[in-house]
């Protein structure tokens, strides 16, 4: 007879329920630099600060929820040498298992990781300081992008 495992944590943080300020819209490739993504920086009323990807040019799937940025850091800083995208599996309340790689490849982009020499997957952590401060920047200004989804054309069959 199968023992049934228990059901692993899921330990994603609250998402949040109101609608965020978008303070940075950008792109940037994946870590396989197959495809580009799209993905924003919010914060709420608070200055609580978060990321969300919104575009995969790829057409795999992802979650698009945002994830605080305050606690990505937090298990970036604590993420085991060389840091690869399990990590921040936790993050998402999805079940993409895409979009950890996708935030890793933010986490590229924005400067705070970089691809190990020699390595395809790992990558080092680097200082946060100028990205902090860019961040802290938006937030305190008047900037408030507004985002439209594209619609995707459907393919007519021919």
């Known amino acids: 007879m199968k023992k049934d495992k228990a059901p692993k944590e899921n330990t994603a943080p ?39 990807i919104v575009v995969n040019s790829g057409g795999g799937f992802f979650s698009d929820e945002w994830v605080p940025l305050k606690e990505t850091l937090e298990v970036l800083d604590k993420a ?22 996708f935030l890793l490849a933010v986490l590229k982009h924005e400067g705070l990781v970089k691809l190990l020499e020699g390595k395809i997957r790992g990558y080092e952590k680097l200082p946060s300081e100028a990205f902090i401060a860019e961040v802290n920047k938006l937030v305190t200004s008047d900037v408030d992008l507004k985002y439209v989804p594209l619609t995707p054309i459907k393919k007519s069959a021919t």
């Open 14 to 52: 609250n998402i949040p329920t109101v609608p965020l300020r978008i303070i940075k819209i950008t792109t940037c490739p994946t870590c396989s630099g197959k495809a580009e993504l799209t993905y924003h920086l919010g914060c709420n009323q608070d200055n609580q600060v978060y990321i969300r």
């Open 80 to 101: 085991p040498y060389p840091i690869t995208a399990v990590p921040f599996i936790n993050l998402f309340n999805g079940k993409s298992v895409n979009t950890p790689g």
